[in-house]
C-alpha cells in the first residue's frame, strides 16, 4: 500500500518590488534573504514556499526558481559598472534640481500605466488560483500596488494575508519624506490595515508602533484583536569571499588616512538617516591634522539635495569625507572590515541591519539613542544623542572612551543568525500566528491572542 505524503500548505512570498527595482538596499535585502532560504527551510515545516510577483495586467503569478536565482543575487563589480550611468544622471538631475522632479513624474506615469491596466485584469484567468490554508506574504513594500481586490478575492478562497512591516515612518515622521510618499504610504496603510490578517514585524519597536496606528484605521476595538509578532532580520556578509576585487578609490579612503580614526555610514541618503549631525561634529573637529574621516556608502535618496551638495562641495571630500552611492557585497564587507566603527545617525528606524552586519565583522558601532537601536544593539554600541552635535563630536574624537564609559561589550562576542536562522524565524512566527487564529476560529469562545516572544 503506497504511503501518502505529508499535507504540504503553499507560502507565497510577494516580491514584486524587489523583484522589478533591482535595488540592493535595506528593505530588499531582507527580500532577497528570506527567498533564499524559504523554499528548503519549508520543507521543514511540511510547507512549500513560493515567490511570487504581482502584475497589474495579469495579477498573481509564482516565480520559477531560476528567476529568482537569477534577480536575487549578490552584486558583483560588473552589476554596479552596469549602473554608472544611472549614477551619472541622477548626479545631472541633482545638479540642476531636477531630481525631484523626475520622481515625481515617474511616480505619476506608473500609477497611469496601473490604473489604465488594472481592469483587463478581470477578464484574464488567474495565474494562481488560491486557496484553504494558503498564506500569502506581502514581504515586499509596494506602496502604488493596485493588489487588494486581488487580495480580498484570495481570502474569500480561504487563504490569509500576512504583512511583513519594515517602519511606519512616512507616518510617525511624515516631516523627512515627500509629500507625495505621505499620501501614497497613508493610503498603502489604510488597504493594508483593512485586508491582512496578521502583522509580522522586524522588531519589537516596530511592532509597538504598528499598535498605535492601527485604533485610527480600524477603530480601538479591531485594532485590540490585531495579531502580529516580531523576528529578526539575517545578518549575511559573513558569506562573502573577502578576495573579491574592491575598487582602488575605497581602498584608498580608508589607507590615505595614516592612523586617524575612520567612520563609515552605511544607508540611502535620506533625511532620517541625519547624515548632517555626523558633518555637523566633523566640521567642530576637522580643523585638526588628526581628526577623524567619514566614509558614506548609500544611493542617493530622497529630498537630500542639500546634504548632497553640502558632501560634494566640502573642502573634505576626497581627503577625509567620501560618498560611495553603490558598492559590491564584498566592497560593503571591505568598508566595514577596516573602518574605526560604523556610525549610525539614524533618528528613525525599523531595524537598522547595518548594525549587526557591522557588529558580525567585528567592528564597533556608535548608534544614535533611538528605541530600535537599543533593541537591535543592546549592551554592543555606544550611544549618543541625535541631536547634539557637539556630543558626537567628543565620542568620534575618543570612541575608545565613549565605548569604556558605556561599558559596550566586545564585538567579538556578538552573535546574530544568519538568515536561514532568520528565516527559520520568520517561518516559526508566521505558522504560530497562523494557527494561534485557526484554533480561536475553531472555538465557540474565542480566546486571547498569543503574543509572541
Given at each position: 500500500?503506497a504511503?501518502?505524503?505529508?499535507?504540504?500548505?503553499?507560502?507565497?512570498?510577494?516580491?514584486?518590488?524587489?523583484?522589478?527595482?533591482?535595488v540592493?538596499?535595506?528593505?530588499?535585502?531582507?527580500?532577497?534573504?528570506?527567498?533564499h532560504?524559504a523554499?528548503?527551510?519549508?520543507?521543514?515545516?511540511?510547507?512549500?514556499?513560493?515567490?511570487?510577483?504581482?502584475?497589474?495586467?495579469?495579477?498573481?503569478?509564482?516565480?520559477?526558481?531560476?528567476?529568482?536565482?537569477?534577480?536575487?543575487r549578490?552584486?558583483?563589480?560588473?552589476?554596479?559598472?552596469?549602473?554608472?550611468?544611472?549614477?551619472?544622471?541622477?548626479?545631472?538631475?541633482d545638479?540642476?534640481?531636477?531630481i525631484?522632479?523626475?520622481?515625481?513624474?515617474r511616480?505619476?506615469?506608473?500609477?497611469?500605466?496601473?490604473?489604465?491596466l488594472?481592469?483587463?485584469?478581470?477578464?484574464?484567468?488567474?495565474?494562481?488560483?488560491f486557496?484553504?490554508?494558503?498564506?500569502?506574504?506581502?514581504?515586499?513594500?509596494?506602496v502604488?500596488?493596485?493588489?487588494?481586490?486581488?487580495?480580498q478575492?484570495?481570502?474569500?478562497a480561504?487563504?490569509?494575508?500576512?504583512?511583513?512591516?519594515?517602519?511606519l515612518?512616512?507616518l510617525?515622521?511624515?516631516?523627512?519624506?515627500?509629500?507625495?510618499v505621505?499620501?501614497d504610504?497613508?493610503r498603502w496603510?489604510?488597504?493594508?490595515?483593512?485586508?491582512?490578517?496578521?502583522?509580522?514585524?522586524?522588531s519589537e519597536s516596530?511592532?509597538?508602533?504598528?499598535?498605535?496606528?492601527?485604533?485610527?484605521?480600524?477603530?480601538?476595538?479591531l485594532?485590540?484583536?490585531?495579531?502580529?509578532?516580531?523576528?529578526?532580520?539575517?545578518?549575511?556578509?559573513?558569506?562573502?569571499?573577502?578576495?573579491?576585487t574592491?575598487?582602488?578609490?575605497?581602498?584608498?579612503?580608508?589607507?590615505?588616512?595614516?592612523?586617524r580614526?575612520?567612520?563609515?555610514?552605511?544607508?540611502?541618503?535620506?533625511?532620517?538617516?541625519?547624515?548632517?549631525?555626523?558633518?555637523d561634529?566633523?566640521?567642530?573637529?576637522?580643523?585638526?591634522?588628526?581628526?577623524?574621516?567619514?566614509?558614506i556608502?548609500?544611493?542617493?535618496?530622497?529630498?537630500?539635495?542639500?546634504i548632497?551638495?553640502?558632501i560634494?562641495?566640502?573642502?573634505?571630500?576626497g581627503?577625509?569625507?567620501?560618498?560611495?552611492e553603490?558598492?559590491?557585497?564584498?566592497?560593503?564587507?571591505?568598508?566595514?572590515?577596516?573602518?574605526?566603527a560604523?556610525?549610525?545617525?539614524?533618528?528613525?528606524e525599523?531595524?537598522?541591519?547595518?548594525?549587526?552586519?557591522?557588529?558580525?565583522?567585528g567592528t564597533?558601532?556608535?548608534?544614535?539613542?533611538?528605541?530600535?537601536?537599543?533593541e537591535?544593539?543592546?549592551?554592543?554600541?555606544?550611544?549618543?544623542?541625535?541631536?547634539?552635535?557637539?556630543?558626537?563630536?567628543?565620542?568620534l574624537?575618543?570612541p575608545?572612551?565613549?565605548l569604556?564609559?558605556?561599558?559596550?561589550?566586545?564585538?567579538?562576542t556578538?552573535?546574530?543568525?544568519d538568515?536561514?536562522?532568520?528565516?527559520?524565524?520568520?517561518?516559526?512566527?508566521l505558522?504560530?500566528?497562523?494557527?494561534?487564529?485557526?484554533?480561536?476560529?475553531?472555538?465557540?469562545?474565542?480566546?486571547?491572542?498569543?503574543?509572541?516572544?
Open positions: 500500500m504511503v501518502s505524503s505529508p499535507v504540504t500548505r503553499r507560502i507565497f512570498l510577494d516580491c514584486t518590488r524587489t523583484f522589478l527595482t533591482r540592493h538596499t535595506g528593505i530588499e535585502r531582507m527580500v532577497s534573504g528570506l527567498l532560504a523554499p528548503e527551510l519549508g520543507a521543514n515545516f511540511q510547507a512549500e514556499c513560493i515567490p511570487l510577483l504581482f502584475r497589474t495586467s495579469t495579477g498573481f503569478e509564482a516565480l520559477s526558481e531560476q528567476a529568482v536565482h537569477e534577480r536575487f549578490p552584486r558583483d563589480p560588473a552589476a554596479v559598472g552596469r549602473l554608472t550611468w544611472r549614477h551619472r544622471l541622477r548626479r545631472e538631475l545638479r540642476t534640481g531636477l525631484e522632479w523626475a520622481r515625481s513624474t511616480n505619476t506615469l506608473d500609477t497611469v500605466a496601473e490604473t489604465t488594472s481592469p483587463v485584469r478581470a477578464w484574464l484567468p488567474a495565474k494562481v488560483d486557496r484553504p490554508g494558503d498564506l500569502i506574504v506581502l514581504l515586499d513594500v509596494n502604488r500596488s493596485r493588489y487588494w481586490a486581488d487580495l478575492r484570495a481570502r474569500a480561504g487563504a490569509k494575508v500576512c504583512l511583513v512591516v519594515c517602519d515612518i512616512p510617525s515622521h511624515p516631516q523627512v519624506v515627500d509629500a507625495g505621505v499620501n504610504f497613508s496603510w489604510r488597504n493594508a490595515a483593512q485586508t491582512v490578517d496578521y502583522y509580522l514585524n522586524i516596530t511592532w509597538r508602533e504598528v499598535q498605535s496606528h492601527l485604533p485610527s484605521v480600524l477603530g480601538p476595538d485594532a485590540a484583536r490585531a495579531r502580529g509578532s516580531w523576528f529578526r532580520l539575517g545578518v549575511g556578509l559573513h558569506t562573502m569571499s573577502a578576495r573579491s574592491c575598487r582602488d578609490e575605497i581602498q584608498q579612503a580608508f589607507r590615505k588616512q595614516n592612523g580614526p575612520t567612520y563609515v555610514t552605511v544607508g540611502m541618503m535620506s533625511p532620517r538617516k541625519n547624515h548632517a549631525l555626523a558633518l561634529a566633523l566640521d567642530r573637529l576637522w580643523e585638526h591634522d588628526s581628526a577623524p574621516a567619514l566614509v556608502v548609500g544611493k542617493y535618496g530622497w529630498r537630500c539635495e542639500e548632497a551638495q553640502r560634494r562641495n566640502h573642502r573634505e571630500y581627503h577625509r569625507l567620501f560618498w560611495f553603490s558598492v559590491t557585497d564584498d566592497e560593503l564587507d571591505y568598508c566595514y572590515r577596516h573602518a574605526t560604523t556610525l549610525t545617525t539614524s533618528f528613525a525599523g531595524f537598522n541591519l547595518p548594525i549587526v552586519e557591522s557588529l558580525s565583522r564597533p558601532v556608535l548608534a544614535a539613542d533611538i528605541p530600535t537601536h537599543r537591535v544593539a543592546g549592551s554592543y554600541a555606544a550611544f549618543f544623542s541625535p541631536h547634539d552635535p557637539a556630543a558626537l563630536a567628543e565620542v574624537m575618543q575608545e572612551a565613549a569604556r564609559r558605556q561599558q559596550v561589550l566586545s564585538p567579538a556578538f552573535t546574530w543568525p538568515w536561514n536562522a532568520s528565516c527559520h524565524e520568520f517561518l516559526v512566527r505558522l504560530d500566528l497562523d494557527a494561534d487564529a485557526r484554533h480561536e476560529q475553531a472555538t465557540i469562545a474565542p480566546v486571547p491572542s498569543r503574543r509572541a516572544a
